[in-house]
């Protein structure tokens, strides 16, 4: 009973009395100011570009999160288990290092002669280096699991490898390909510390939402800041609920 | 200890676990309960232990209503079905687990360990851990560690279920002799009627959450009170209404009037037994359990005509 | 066809695995060139986007030789940077350790309503912008906030220094501990828990002779990542911490600090510390990744 008080009051603390704050900040002017601050030119070029960036970083996840985890999976080489183990790195590397480590490669003075500092190609970049262990390591276990047998069955029915990757390891391998999706999406869209340094914040180029409600807390316009941040987590929800969702009705019949 | 449940009651949800259950144990009993899965002996054994509330009745321990008294002041020894042992221990720590909660002086805890060990035959084995123990050693050491805090009570949740047949023969064989030894009140379940048979002195039939018959082997075989019991103890042919043992039904060579004439469908031969199943002459289909020599004798084979004498039919109602 | 089905009965089941028929060799080798197009896609990509600028920082840190650096290491305000990492982390990480544990026996073995909702606020910090839950802190606890002022009349100030740091960081590794630890509960199960409970022993002594070392290396794998993450959190920290060198300034604040006046080497020697951190940290979670891994072999 004592525990539960206590972890009562700790969660209220740290997480519902902040939440409520922030919905409670956000509405203060009503749905007009709340509309306004969202419909300003600048805030809505960053929410755009966020989601936009964040659309297209998912995507290239789906694809080489799989591949990779395919690769880790069912290739053997010299030195995979290192590779399994750097996949990691993103997730335990602190993100302003993230984006220390893209500008000494791709920034000014980049020893390969490519400078995507301050564009939004760097965006994209920063979004991928974070979320890359997302989608291998939700589609690794399920690769690892996937009977072998199912695959043999299909080509000893004749089936060429084209169609059983189509109709036999994509359907299985699709839950976790969106459960990852779903997780990087969030990441994404609320990623800020990997952004700082490399975009340079331009706004209406460079500046993602994170990095827009930063300034509007500098500014100390705090409820515009609470109102792109009411939606940008709202975002957030809503697209985790679906694609869980989704991913759920998926694994139906594959469990 | 005596054990007694009274009008013990549990649903959970919309499942009936038990209903309105009562059961006495003497003191110093062998006892099983015995059921299909389903049947509430499990729910009844955790009842008895205080790892599950009933939500109506009482459980009385040696005189005393122990109902709302946690598992851990019963005083009961309990052995799980899957053992539940304590991985990150040895032997030693496993049985010494329940002396040590209590803050036993370590010399009186190792003598104690020692002497179970040697009881459960495990002697050499303390500084194992589980996952270098096979499942009848782990059985074993289950069973040392519920012993050690000299339980008034021991209860076991299907004892030999996760065994292989040989060693399953050799352990309800111990547990008996074990039972001899300390004569300890103990209760166990299992879904085995063979087991039950061999190991129980009282058997207790529990079917849908309800207690269908209890009393010894031999009754319950013997005397069963309805179709349940009859069918759960032992073979049974059914016909219409009425149960028959096929060790019951005689097959004669030659008709001597007072049979009916039957049809020998298939001959199984299972070593010493031989089944025999059977058309009677009006359609009815049944099979009978003769012996080796009976089945040389009557020259079974398929095809053959024989004459059948069914003993009395027992009809419940 | 009858007779070879009679064997099949009559034969003992074999393996389940069906026979592959022998590939052509030419159909082997187009197999063999797409395994290896795939390992040299997957590969270069990591090494693109991943191995090469990590390990581009090591080289930028060192290649004006070890006295820099040495220099860079020894600033005070890269000290007093550090040490407040290190302070913060001390605090918020045996915070979240103990609720996390809290958390993920009461999800697992606890039964009441509103559980699925407890599991979604806990989770709830991972679907939040790190720069969001700053402002959220601010608008409690800063001075416009709804507590600030009053904390403030008792003398606690908690937005725009160490308490306020402790409770970002706090938030946004709230997760881990109870995530690693809540599937080892369920694997763990209840029969220990309950034969040691049959056996006399109590709640207490319950937790911690049993539940306890039962858990722990889902505990430790959740702690790690908790510290990882606490020692590089950067978005809540940098706003509720108001940046205040050689006071509020964590190690991450100051390698942004550093690398916006231009002190690379300042910049690129903190961040190597922290990604030596980071390494520190995965190697510990392949260990411990090995360990269980045998255990539940075992």
Known sequence: MLGKGLLGIYLSVLVLLPVAALLAKSSTGGTSSFWRAISSPEAVAAIKLTLIATAIVVVINAVFGTLIAWVLVRDEFPGKSIVNAVIDLPFALPTIVAGVVLLALYGKGSPIGINVAFTRVAVGLALLFVTLPFVVRSVQPVLLELDYSMEEAASSLGAGSGTVLRRIVLPSLAPAIISGVALSFARAVGEFGSLVLITGNLPFKTEVGSVYIFGQIENDNLPAAAAVSVLLLAAALVVLGILSFVSGRLSRHVQ | ???????????????????????????????????????????????????????????????????????????????????????????????????????????????????????????????????????????????????????????????????????????????????????????????????????????????????????????????????????????????????????????LADSDGTGTEALVERVVHLGFEVRVELKLSDGRGVWAQVTREEAQLLELQVGQILSVRLPPPRVFV | MSSSEGAVTLSPPTSGRIPRRAPAGDALRSARARKLTLRAIALGYLALLLLTPVAMIFYRTFEHGLAPVWDAITAPNAQSAFWLSIEIVAIAVPLNTVFGIGMALLLERGRFRGKGLLGLVIDLPFAISPVVVGLALVLVYGKTGWFGNWLGEQGFQIIFSVPGMVLATAV??????????????????????????????????????????????????????TTARALGEFGAVSIVSGRIEGQTQTLPLYVQDRFENFDSTGAYTAAVVLALLALATLLVMNLLTRRTRRETAA
């Open chain 2, 1 to 251: 200890m005596a054990i007694e449940a009274r009008n013990v009651g549990k649903r959970f949800g919309d499942f009936v676990a038990l209903d309105d259950v009562s059961l006495t144990v003497g003191d110093g009993a062998l006892t099983a309960l015995l059921g299909p899965s389903g049947s509430g002996k499990s729910t009844l054994l955790r009842i008895i232990a205080g790892l599950e509330t009933p939500d109506t009745g009482e459980v009385v321990i040696g005189g005393e209503d122990v109902t709302s008294a946690p598992a851990r002041t019963r005083g009961v020894g309990f052995v799980f079905q899957h053992y539940a042992p304590f991985k990150h221990m040895n032997v030693h720590d496993n049985v010494a687990f329940g002396l040590s909660v209590r803050k036993r002086p370590k010399d009186e805890i190792s003598a104690r360990v020692a002497e179970l060990l040697a009881l459960v035959r495990l002697d050499g084995l303390a500084a194992r851990y589980p996952s270098q123990l096979s499942g009848g050693q782990l059985q074993r050491m289950a069973l040392a560690r519920a012993l050690a805090v000299q339980p008034q009570v021991l209860l076991l949740d299907e004892p030999f279920g996760a065994l292989d047949a040989q060693v399953r023969a050799e352990l309800r064989d111990w547990l008996r002799r074990l039972h001899e030894e300390i004569h300890v009140t103990t209760i166990f379940v299992t879904h085995d009627q063979e087991e039950a048979m061999e190991v129980a002195e009282q058997i207790v039939v529990m079917n849908h959450g309800r207690i269908e018959q209890a009393g010894a082997p031999r009754t319950l075989y013997e005397a069963p009170s309805n179709e349940f019991v009859m069918s759960f103890i032992g073979p049974v042919n059914r016909l219409g209404d009425a149960y028959v043992r096929p060790h019951d039904i005689q097959l």
């Open chain 3, 172 to 225: 946004v590794s709230l997760p881990f501990v109870a995530r690693e630890t809540i599937p080892v509960l369920r694997e763990l199960g209840t029969d220990a828990e309950q034969a040691a409970e049959t056996l006399g022993a109590s709640g207490w002594q319950t937790f911690w002779r049993v539940t306890l070392p039962g858990i722990r290396w889902g505990v430790v794998y959740g702690v790690v990542l």
